[in-house]
Structures are given as C-alpha cells and as structure tokens.
C-alpha cells in the first residue's frame, strides 16, 4: 500500500487512452422549447423521446421560465434550489452517441421560495463539448457509445462530461459537476456556467473523482477515484472549507467500477462486485472491456478514516451501483444497498438510440448489510422491496444511524416497453409508504429535503421530478415525508420536458 498520489494522473491517463483504445496528442431559449410531437410516442420510445428536443439545432444550450404554474401549494419553510445533473445531447449533425451515460451534460436548477417556482437549465460549458462543436460532430464515444474516426485523446477530461451529479459545499456557494473517471467542473451556482476543472491538489489534478462524494455532519468531504484495470483506489479527505486534508492511494481487488460508497462515523466502506476489465487495443468504449466473474464474492472493504487501511469482507455474489446510508452500533456497520445479480445486463440497456428493451420486475432488491468489524465476518439480508434504486437519506444523519430513506421502484403495472421508475417509496422501518404517479409517467430520484426547524426525519420533504411521455413534459412534487401516501403536497409544472437525469442536490435557501 502507499499514500503517493503523484502517479494517479498518468494511471488515469493512460487506463483511459487503452480503455479507448486512443493514442495520439487533441444560450437561451424560453419555454417555447416544449416538443410539439407530431406523432404518438410508443411506450417502447418513451424514455428516448424525453432527449429528443435537445438534440436538434432549435436548441441553443439554456432553458429559463419565470414563475411556474404550481398545483397545491408549497411548505412555506421550503425555501432553496434543487440541483439536477444527467445527460441531455446525444446528437450533433449527423453525429450520435448510443448510451446514456454519455450525453452532453444539463444541469437543471429548480427554485423554490414564498410560494413561487422557477426553472433554469444549461448545457454545460465543458473543453469536450467546445472541440466537438468546433469539428461539427462528436470526437469521443466514452462509457458505451462509439463514434467514427474518434480523435486522439490525452487525458480523461478531453472525455469528461462532467454529468453524473453534484456536490455543493459551503452552503451552496461552490457547485461542482461530477462524472467520476475525471475531474469535477466548477460551476456558478447562480448562473450555471462553468467555470473550469477543479484540481483538489498538483497531484491529483485531472485525477478520477467520484460521482457519489459523501459529506460527514461537520462538513468534511470524502470521495475516491477508480482507474479500471489498476487495481488501486485513489481517497480524497476534503475539509468543509474546501482544503485537501488528506490523499492516498489504496492496491484492492475488484475495483475496476466502483460507482458508489458510504460513510460512518470512522469508517469508509465499498462495496466491490465482481467486475474486471481487460483492455485491449481494439476496445471502442470502455463497456467492450467490462466483464462479470458470477464466481466471485461481493466485497466488502472497510477503511477506518484515521488509517485509510482498508480490511476485507466477503458477501454473497452480487452487483450494485448504488448504497444508502451507513451507521455503527458498535463495532458493528449496518448499510443497504440496492442489490442486482448482475449489472452488466442493465449497462449495455440503457441506450437512446433504440427502444427499450422489456424489463423484467425485480431486477434489483433492497438488502441490509451488517459487518461485524471485529468479529471478522459480514452477512446481508434481502428485503421485500424489489425493482428499487436511488436511496436517499436525510444529508443530516450521513454516517448515523437513520430511520428514513426514500428510494424508486418500478411499480408491477408499469408498461414493460417502458424503461424506468414509476413510484417512489417512504421506508422507515419495516414499514414503507407508496405514491404511484401511473401511466405515461417516468419518475427521477426523488430525495430527501430536511425540514430547517425540526430536527425529525418525517418533518422534512422529498421532491423529486418525473416526466409524462405522452405530453413531453415534466412535474415537480413536494410531498410530505411522513405522508407520502396521501399524494403531493404541491406539484410544480414545467411547460416543457426535461431529459431524464441521474442525480442531484437540494441547497437550502
């Protein structure tokens, strides 16, 4: 093991340029963008059909609306802007990119105080979007897309659209835009602009960053960055005012991707599934060299946060992208996780250029971990919760223990030939509550918004977009958390549609 980080950029330059196989040196319009289809959308189009009015030449990069029409009527206390990130363009010219994970960048800030909503929303302002719109086609393909005649690349930034998530930190006043094979984008949180690649020191400067950063209750930042195929892990410790405290560099089995961790109140833990990747000289995107071992354990690697050293825990086989909240009783950690048998199937899914492919109910389930740390040994349970993904905690009891988490499943009468989510789910405890939005409905991650006077995990909020495919557009809802059942409390109405994103964050006003 070692704490030099000086290698990590040459490791992630030169991962990615196989990974590739590469080699070689390198505003606005207003509501009226609403998509006025002229043909019924089929079911099995109706999650491509949410990219497709940004892809085309009437889009100019920025979506912005005054007040919003707004059904109920929003909390009073609710007062802050919801942050989403998640691929927009896939289309430039004659131009096109096949997977999800790969589109041109948006981030969607929605507004809300006294009463009244808002929308703004920008492609962001990224070097690869710049060279590509320069040559008048995509230069890059990236995690599952291919183009013709790519062009060299030199660094993974050249490759990086910055469109998985966001972390804010000093209250909102700096916003960052996250991939994870990359740096993170330094945004303008008023105006969303970009504002050029963050480089947390000289040594890991345009070094992998995670997408899923978790942030202790005092304020300090902790994230990592894989490099496929090196075995290592590179952890970041930043300080609630931004200062790198700490960084090292850790040699682990199973880490080619790792898209998510969780924290306590002295530990990190990763969950490493049984995904290798081999580069080869005639990869197209990096997904080509993505392989499942179905005879390997899932592992469980704990690192106490004063050492970094990490210790090894071996659970059943198993595949996950995303974890929720961890705690201690103890010396032992409880967490869950969103469990798949295998992710490959969904990765080479998720494609816009082509109908979705019938889903089967199920595909992933709610289970518990516990690792008993000094006992040596791990165990998981599997819940009743099934179709499920996007946990999200009160960011208040990061690394403790909590009661509440809000997640997405996909409902038994969802429409097959679509793809997606269409209830969100309140589970404390044992027990859970359910809000179906219903047909032509797909619904986002919705999270948790903590109440700024009451301390209570059900006094807060969870909100959360979602998007009616037959209409092309997109709802806002504000429920109350511990009364998800009864319906939303209000419901925000863009009159357009916005694309389907990945993750975001709620900064209180």
């Known amino acids: 093991m070692t704490d030099d980080t000086r290698p990590a950029r040459e490791w992630s330059r030169r991962i990615w340029l196989q990974a590739m196989g590469l080699a070689g040196p390198g505003a606005g319009l207003s509501a009226g963008i609403a998509p006025a289809f002229a043909q019924v959308i089929e079911p099995g189009d109706a999650w491509a059909s949410a990219f497709r009015p940004f892809d085309g030449p009437a889009f100019q990069g920025e979506l912005r609306t005054g007040s919003l029409a707004i059904e109920g009527r929003l909390p009073a206390e609710l007062r802050g802007c919801l942050y989403r990130n998640g691929p927009a363009r896939f289309r430039l010219n004659d131009s096109r990119l096949s997977h999800w994970f790969d589109g041109d960048a948006m981030v969607q800030a929605i507004r809300l105080g006294a009463g009244q909503a808002s929308h703004h929303g920008r492609l962001l302002d990224t070097p690869k979007r710049r060279q590509e719109e320069a040559a008048g086609r995509f230069l890059y393909g990236g995690f599952g897309s291919t183009v013709s005649r790519p062009r060299g690349l030199r660094s993974p930034d050249e490759l990086n659209p910055a469109n998985i998530n966001l972390l804010a ?18 945004l303008d949180p008023d105006t969303l602009a970009s504002r050029g690649w963050k480089a947390w020191s000289p040594e890991t400067a345009g ?68 995904l290798v990747f081999a580069a080869r000289a005639d990869l197209r995107n990096l997904l080509e060299g993505m392989r499942w071992n179905p005879g390997a354990p899932l592992l469980a690697c704990v690192m106490s946060k004063a050492t970094l050293e990490p210790r090894l825990f071996e659970l059943p086989t198993g595949g996950v992208f995303h974890l929720g909240n961890a ?6 950690i409880r967490l869950g996780y969103a469990r798949a048998e295998s992710i490959m199937a969904l990765m080479q899914q998720l494609r816009v250029d082509t109908p979705a492919a019938p889903q089967e109910p199920g595909s992933s389930v709610w289970t518990e971990v ?16 099934s179709a499920i993904e996007f946990p999200r905690t009160d960011p208040r009891r990061t690394g403790l223990r909590h009661s509440l988490t809000v997640l997405l499943q996909r409902g038994p009468t969802m ?17 859970s509550q359910r809000h179906a939005y219903g047909s032509g409905w797909i619904a ?11 301390t209570r995990e059900g006094a807060g909020w969870v909100l959360g977009p979602a998007y009616h495919w037959p209409s092309g557009k997109t709802t806002l809802s504000v429920f109350q958390a511990d009364a998800l059942a009864q319906g ?8 357009y549609g916005l694309p389907l994103g990945l993750h975001g964050q709620f900064v209180a006003a």
């Open 370 to 385: 516990s690792i008993d740390v000094a006992g040596g040994r791990a165990s998981q349970q599997m819940t009743d919760l």
């Open 169 to 186: 930190m000093a209250g909102g006043k700096r916003l960052y835009a996250l991939w994870e094979a990359g740096s993170a984008l330094d």
């Open 327 to 332: 705690w201690e009783e103890g010396d032992t």
């Open 488 to 495: 939303p409390l209000a419901q925000v109405r863009l009159p």
């Open 444 to 454: 986002e991650e919705h999270l948790y918004v903590p109440h700024p006077h009451d």
């Open 207 to 274: 070094a992998p960053f995670s997408a899923h950063p978790r942030v202790d209750p005092d304020g300090t930042v902790w994230s990592f960055g894989y490099m496929p195929g090196s075995g290592k892990l590179l952890i970041y410790q930043i300080g609630a005012d931004g200062i790198l405290k700490r960084q090292a560099v850790r040699e682990l089995p199973q880490v080619d991707m790792v898209h998510d961790f969780a924290i306590t109140e002295r530990h990190l833990v990763f969950l490493l599934q049984p």
């Open 415 to 431: 429409d097959p030939r679509v793809f997606g989510f269409d209830t969100v789910i309140v589970r404390e405890g044992e027990r």
